[in-house]
């Protein structure tokens, strides 16, 4: 898994309330299992049109948020059915780090498993960043995992709350199998007395 420690990116406002994951990445693009692939159609009723064409006046289509890497969003973000193919989705397309006051909980924990960092906000800091990103590529957000801080382009700064154990995955780049083949000197040492013990199994 890609590390997450700082990031500093055109942050995209989505002032949507219950963006759930239908909405993220629709149930047309559930077919596949592999990870990649899959920003083509996130958002993908919102980005196009019946005829298949960008539509112009979706935020993640203007020039100014073109190599977005970062969401403002609304309340509620990734409510709904309980798909991976969500964090997936907003991955492959360059996403890495999703700001809201709330996340539906299997959402979030999906997010620290595929490498994206979500942040819970207050709503008055919410309504800042939610400014900022108005600003389109004029105005980039730093996001610093270590410090815990959204710095915006005025030089102000707030500060997030992240439970340590998932910071650390984070910024170690550890999914499920990564933290296991940290132990991976313990599991041999037990391997090797099982088999001492256990020859004939």
């Not at 907003?90 to 299997?106: H, K, Y």
């Not at 709350?161 to 296991?180: A, E, M, Q, S, V």
Request: glycine fraction near 8%.
């Amino acid at each position: 898994m890609r590390k997450f420690d700082r990031l500093t990116g055109i942050a995209a406002p989505m002032p949507i309330v219950n963006i759930d994951t239908d909405m993220i990445i629709p149930k047309d693009y559930l077919k596949t299992i592999e990870r990649t692939g899959l920003g083509k159609g996130l958002f993908a009723e919102l980005r196009y049109r019946e005829d298949g064409t960008p539509n112009p006046d979706f935020v993640l289509n203007r020039p100014s948020y073109k190599g977005a890497e970062i969401l403002v969003a609304g309340d509620n973000f990734g409510c709904g059915s309980s798909r991976e193919h969500a964090p997936w989705a907003l991955l492959d397309f360059g996403i890495r780090c999703v700001i809201s006051t709330s996340f539906a909980d299997i959402f979030y924990n999906n997010c620290f498993k595929n490498g994206i960092l979500p942040v819970r906000v207050t709503p008055e800091q919410l309504e800042l960043l939610m400014d900022d990103a108005s600003r389109g590529s004029n105005a980039r957000l730093t996001v610093d995992l270590e410090s815990q801080t959204i710095s915006g382009p005025d030089g102000g700064s707030i500060s997030f709350d992240i439970d340590p154990f998932r910071k650390h995955c984070l910024i170690n780049g550890l999914d499920d199998i990564g933290l296991t083949l940290e132990k991976g000197a313990a599991i041999d040492a037990f391997e090797a007395r099982s088999a001492e013990s256990r020859p004939w199994a």
